[in-house]
């Protein structure tokens, strides 16, 4: 299995709270992806990232922001929780994007009540 | 914008029966494609790609894709059913030129004996 680590696994929080999911990887791969799966939508990618400090919106940004300060970790921040964040989170790594499969985390369960 | 159409959001079969799961991509210039699968309370794991090499691929499981760029369809099969193969499956898609994967909304394989 791909060396990717998230956590937490589970979550409850807040509304209004500020919340830091974290995802680190040991393959030294250059892009980290940051996805939300909720029932009917398949999996939304979030943001995510092609290298150190660099990092780009997907799909379902709003509310969402990132960081990557290093190669191996990748840091998801909701800025102020809401119900509508109720859902699994999922990164995943890949080593070249364009064409390379990409690798998947466990998931974190996140209750925003 | 790449959009990945899953038909059937579940598909029930026996155990032996052949499984078809069916996916459409929009797109003039064949992306990557790939399939992966979700066993419960678990992240995604890679099935198999279409990279350009061969239009049939055979993937792990059993399971196997055959591109056909005339239908835009990249659809999954396996011969035989297993209980073991009960799980939502996704079609995934990378376009030519980027690095980010598109995801269907998922079928759920059910199998009964």
């Known amino acids: 299995d791909a060396g990717i680590t998230q956590s937490p696994r589970h979550k409850v929080t807040e509304t209004g709270t500020p919340v830091t999911l974290r995802c680190h990887q040991t393959?030294?791969?250059?892009?980290m992806y940051w996805y939300r799966q909720d029932p009917g939508h398949g999996l939304r990618l979030i943001h995510y990232?092609?290298?150190?400090?660099?990092?780009d919106k997907g799909e379902v940004s709003d509310g969402y922001s990132v960081s990557r300060s290093k190669t191996e970790d990748f840091l998801l921040t909701l800025e102020s929780a809401t119900s509508s964040q109720t859902s699994v989170y999922f990164c995943a790594i890949s080593a070249s994007g364009k064409g390379s499969e990409a690798f998947f985390g466990q998931g974190t369960r996140l209750t925003v009540v | 914008a790449q959009s990945v159409t899953q038909l059937g959001s579940h598909v029930s079969v026996s155990e032996g029966a052949l499984v078809l799961l069916r996916c459409n991509y929009s797109?003039?210039?064949?992306?990557?494609l790939f399939w992966y699968v979700q066993y419960p309370n678990q992240g995604l794991q890679l099935l198999l790609k279409y990279t350009s090499a061969a239009t049939l691929v055979k993937g792990i499981n059993g399971f196997e894709a055959e591109f056909k760029k005339s239908e835009t369809s990249f659809h999954l099969t396996k011969p035989s059913a297993h209980m073991s193969d009960a799980a939502e499956y996704f079609c995934?898609?990378?376009?030519?030129?980027?690095?980010?994967?598109?995801f269907g909304k998922g079928t759920m394989l059910l199998v009964s004996p």
């Open positions: 995934a898609v990378i376009p030519s030129g980027y690095s980010t994967l598109t």
């Open positions: 797109s003039s210039v064949p992306p990557y």
């Open positions: 393959e030294n791969h250059r892009y």
């Open positions: 990232s092609y290298g150190v400090k660099d990092t």
